[in-house]
C-alpha cells in the first residue's frame, strides 16, 4: 500500500512554522508496517489541484494536511470535491459545533466559518474536538481512479488527537491485522543514543526478525523493538539487564506520568524548589491529569532574596557559595519540605543563558537537589550547554528521573 | 524565478529526523525575494531520478539535499550527470582532501569514499570544510531543458555554512538585488482568524500588490503583510486603526518578551500565583532571557491549603465560592502582591480536565485576576474547552495578554 503526504501551507515554506507532520506520520505509519514513499508541501491556494493530480494515479492514501480553514486561500475541501465530482452538502451539526465553541468563548460566530461545515457527499466527518474545521476521510473511488484521501487540519494539537482517533484505525482495518509487526517501547533516561546503539546491537545482532528504531530526545532515548513476539521478549530480556535502573518504562507513558503513578502508590507528594527552570518542572508534574493527588504547591524562587524569605536559604550559604552550588540547593530542597510538608522536594539552581556564565559556572551549569524525609539530601552538579530552553526542558527531565530513581530505590548517582 | 526543494533521506520519511531545510531555505529565499513553490521529500535510492524528471520541466532552481554519501543509496551525483550527459571526473584535489581528513581522525579511507571526488564536467564543486562529500553546482542545460541544480549535504552542518558562503551570493547574483519585497508581521491578541479575515479583507482589498497571510495558534494570530513599501504602510495604517488595542507586536517578539520590555521599562515587576497552569505561566516568563530583572518569584498553589496557607486566601473564600471564582482568584493576586512586594500579579484558577468538571463549572472554566499596585483588582471568567496542555498554554497567553493591556493603561474587559 503506497502512502504519500501532501503539506498545504505557506508558512511550511516561508520556513515560519517547521513541518512536524511530516516525521508524525512517518513514525505512525512504520507502527503499521508501512513507509511514506513521498512527502510534498506546497503553498495555500490553487497548486493543491496540481499535486492531488499528479499524486491520483500512483498512490493508495495521501494524507493531506491543512488548507480546511476559514480563509480564501483554504481550499482542499473545495479542490477535491470538484475532482472527483462531489456535491459539497453544509452539515448542519457541524455547524452548530462550530457556532457553539465560538460563543462559548465569547466570540461572534462569523460567516466565513460556514464552509467548514461543508462536507463532500459520502465523506466520512473526522470529528475536531481541539479546533473548529472537522477532518473529512474520503474514501477511494475506482471511478475516478481516486485513493483514499484524509484530510486532516494544519496544527499538531488538532491533527494528532484526530489522527490517533479517527485515522490510525481506519488505516490499520485497510492495512489488516496480521501484517502489522509487534512493537514494545522502552523509555530509557540517561544513556546516548550512539552508546546504546552500539552496547545493544551486537548483542540483540543473533535475534532473527527483529528490528530497531531510535529515537532520542533531551536526555532520554525511546528505544523502539519491533517484529516477532518471541523475537521481543528475548531482546526485552537483554534490554532488561542491561540497563535494569535506566528504564523510566516499557511504554509510551510520559516521565510525568510514570512519577504521578509511583507517588499515588506509595500516597506521596512532591513539592519544587526552581530557579533556573522558573515553573517548568512544576508544570511538567502538573501536566499529567491526576496531579493533583501527588502535587499540592510548588515555589519559583528566581531571586535569592525569595530563596532566602520563601525557603529559608540561609543568607551565608548564598553569599558563601552563590546561588549555582551544591549548598544552596540542598537548603532549597530541605526548605521546600519544611515549607510544603510533601514527603519529596526536588530543587534546581543554574546558568539557563544565553548570559550570566562564568569561568568557573558557564552557561549550561546546574544543581540539582532531591530531598526525601527521612532520607539524606542528594544533589550534584551537571552541565547542559545548550539553548535556554533547551536548558530548562532537560534539566526538568534530569530532576524528575532523579525523584523517580529515588521513589524506585535506585542510588541517584 | 521558480524554485523548488528536494530531499532525500529515508530517515526523513521514518520520522528519525525532522526536516529542518526546508524552513531554513525558506527563510533564505525570502531575504532575495524568492519563495519555495514546492518541497519534496523522497527515500534515498532511485526515486531521485522520478522526481527531477518532474520538475526539470517546470522550474528554474532546485535544491537538492543529501544522497551524496560514500553508501549505495547516495545516488545523486550519478543520477544527475546521467541524465544531462555529462561525465564523471575523479577530482584528485577532492579526493586528497578526503582522504587527509580521514587520516586526520585516524581512520583509513574507504575506497567507497572515492566516489564523493567525482564530478560532473562542467559543474562547480562546493567546499565543504565540515564534512567529506563536497556540494556540486551543475549550471541550467537549454539543450536538455535543465534548471540551476544545486547537490548539497544532508548534515545540517554541512548544509548551511556551504550554503550561506557559496550557494546564497550565487543565487544574488541569478536574482538581481532589487526585486525582494518587504513584509510586516503584526501579532494580534484575543480576535479569531476567520473575524480577523472578514474584517480586514474588504479593507486591504484597494491596496494593490499587497498579499495577506496568516497563522493562528492559542488565541493569536500573526498577520503578515507582504509587498511593496508603500502598500504595507497603506495596510499598516488600517490595520492599526481596526485593533489598535489588540496588537501585542509589530514584530515577531513573543509575548513573553513583550511583557518583560513593558515591565522593564517602568522599572516594575509581576509575580504569579497559579492553580490550574502549574507552574506554565512562571516558567514562560522566564522563557525570555534577562527575565530575572521583571521576576523574582512565583507561587504554584495547587491544593486549596496552599493558597490559604501561601497567599492568604480565606478559608471563607474557598468555601463560600470555590476554588474556581472571581473571588478566590481576586484573593489569591492580591495575596500574591503582598507577599512577593511585586508591582504586579497574575493569579489563574480553574478546570484543566480532563476529569474534576461539573454542570456549574465544566471543564474548561478558568478565572484570572491581575492585581497592580494602587489600581482596582481585575477579575473575569473565561472558558477554554480544549485539551488539557492547550488548556494551560491558552490559559498562560491570555494572562499574560491581560498584564500587557494593563501595563498599556488599556481596558482589560
Not at 40 to 46: F, H, M, S, V
Not at 261 to 280: D, H, N, W
Amino acid at each position: 500500500m503506497r502512502v504519500e503526504v501532501v503539506n498545504t501551507g505557506t508558512e511550511l515554506l516561508l520556513g515560519k512554522v517547521v513541518n512536524t507532520h511530516a516525521g508524525y506520520f512517518g513514525q505512525e505509519m512504520f507502527k503499521l508496517g508501512l513507509r511514506i514513499q513521498r512527502q510534498t508541501t506546497i503553498p495555500d491556494g490553487g497548486e493543491i489541484r496540481v499535486v492531488l493530480q499528479e499524486c491520483f494515479p500512483r498512490t493508495d492514501v495521501i494524507l493531506i494536511t491543512g488548507g480546511l480553514g476559514p480563509t480564501s486561500d483554504d481550499i482542499t475541501r473545495e479542490v477535491v470535491a470538484e475532482m472527483l465530482g462531489l456535491e459539497l452538502i453544509l452539515d448542519e451539526s457541524i455547524l452548530a459545533t462550530i457556532n457553539e465553541m465560538f460563543r462559548s468563548r465569547g466570540y461572534t460566530p462569523s460567516k466565513s466559518n460556514d464552509r467548514q461545515a461543508m462536507v463532500p457527499e459520502g465523506a466520512v466527518v473526522l470529528e475536531n474536538p481541539n479546533g473548529t474545521a472537522p477532518g473529512l476521510y474520503v474514501p477511494a473511488n475506482s471511478e475516478v481512479d481516486s485513493p483514499h484521501l484524509f484530510l486532516l487540519p494544519g496544527p499538531p494539537r488538532e491533527l494528532k488527537p484526530m489522527f490517533e482517533a479517527l485515522v490510525f484505525p481506519k488505516l490499520a482495518e485497510m492495512v489488516g491485522t496480521d501484517t502489522a509487526p509487534e512493537s514494545r517501547n522502552f523509555r530509557i533516561y540517561g544513556v546516548g543514543e550512539s552508546t546504546l546503539a552500539s552496547k545493544l546491537e551486537p548483542l540483540l545482532q543473533p535475534i532473527a526478525d527483529l528490528e530497531l528504531g531510535y529515537c532520542a530526545r533531551l536526555g532520554e532515548v525511546d528505544l523502539r523493538l519491533i517484529g516477532t513476539s518471541a523475537a521481543i521478549e528475548a531482546a526485552s530480556t537483554i534490554v532488561r539487564s542491561e540497563y535494569a535502573e535506566d528504564i523510566v518504562v516499557e511504554s509510551e507513558e510520559a516521565m510525568e506520568e510514570v512519577i504521578q503513578r509511583l507517588l499515588a502508590g506509595k500516597g506521596a507528594t512532591v513539592s519544587t524548589a526552581e530557579s533556573c527552570t522558573g515553573g517548568y518542572i512544576a508544570s511538567s508534574i502538573t501536566n499529567a491529569s491526576g496531579s493533583s493527588q501527588v502535587f499540592h504547591q510548588g515555589f519559583v524562587t528566581y531571586a535569592n532574596e525569595a530563596k532566602r524569605d520563601i525557603l529559608g536559604v540561609p543568607e551565608e550559604t548564598l553569599e558563601d557559595f552563590g546561588a549555582v552550588s551544591n549548598e544552596t540547593v540542598i537548603a532549597m530542597a530541605e526548605g521546600c519540605l519544611r515549607v510544603s510538608g510533601a514527603d519529596h522536594a526536588i530543587a534546581v539552581s543554574g546558568i539557563a543563558g544565553p548570559t550570566g556564565g562564568s569561568d568557573e559556572k558557564p552557561v549550561g551549569t546546574v544543581h540539582v537537589a532531591i530531598a526525601s524525609k527521612g532520607q539524606e539530601t542528594f544533589a550534584k552538579r551537571y552541565f547542559n550547554p545548550v539553548d535556554r530552553l533547551s536548558f530548562k526542558m532537560r534539566v526538568t527531565r534530569l530532576s524528575l528521573d532523579l525523584l523517580r530513581r529515588r521513589l524506585l530505590g535506585f542510588p541517584l548517582d
